[in-house]
Nanobody, 125 residues
Framework: VQLQASGGGVVQAGGSLRLSCAAS????????MGWFRQAPGKERGFVAA????????SYADSVKDRFVISRDNAKNTMYLQITSLGPDDTAVYYC???????????????????WGQGTQLTVSS
């Protein structure tokens, strides 16, 4: 499977952005997906996850009021809508697909077996 993340850039604090993750090589609609991020000097951490059907989601506490994860199975694409950006959101954002089909959204890094290359989001003050 190949995952291609895009949509990052430099955004002013308080702004909004939408990240995309295009998938190929696996039956996308059968697998849960997730977004993780890694800030400079920090470990990669969970941001949001979505189940295979798109009707169940999970968020890290730090983003749940500002981020919305979604997917379009017809387009093999997942999205992350980000609002009210702050300096702490500066990071490389990675999309990932779960190893096992079906199942609920997961925040566990170990349950994902393929990762995109990451897209850089920088929030300027």
């Amino acid at each position: 499977v190949q995952l291609q993340a895009s949509g990052g850039g430099v955004v002013q604090a308080g702004g909004s952005l939408r990240l995309s993750c295009a998938a190929s090589g696996r039956t996308f609609s059968r697998f849960g997906m997730g977004w993780f991020r890694q800030a400079p000097g920090k470990e990669r951490g969970f941001v949001a996850a979505i189940g295979w059907a798109g009707d169940r989601t999970s968020y890290a506490d730090s983003v749940k009021d500002r981020f919305v994860i979604s997917r379009d199975n017809a387009k093999n694409t997942m999205y992350l809508q980000i609002t009210s950006l702050g300096p702490d959101d500066t990071a490389v954002y990675y999309c990932a697909i779960r190893r096992v089909p079906w199942g609920p959204p997961s925040a566990r890094y170990s349950e994902y077996d393929s990762w995109g290359q990451g897209t850089q989001l920088t929030v300027s003050s």
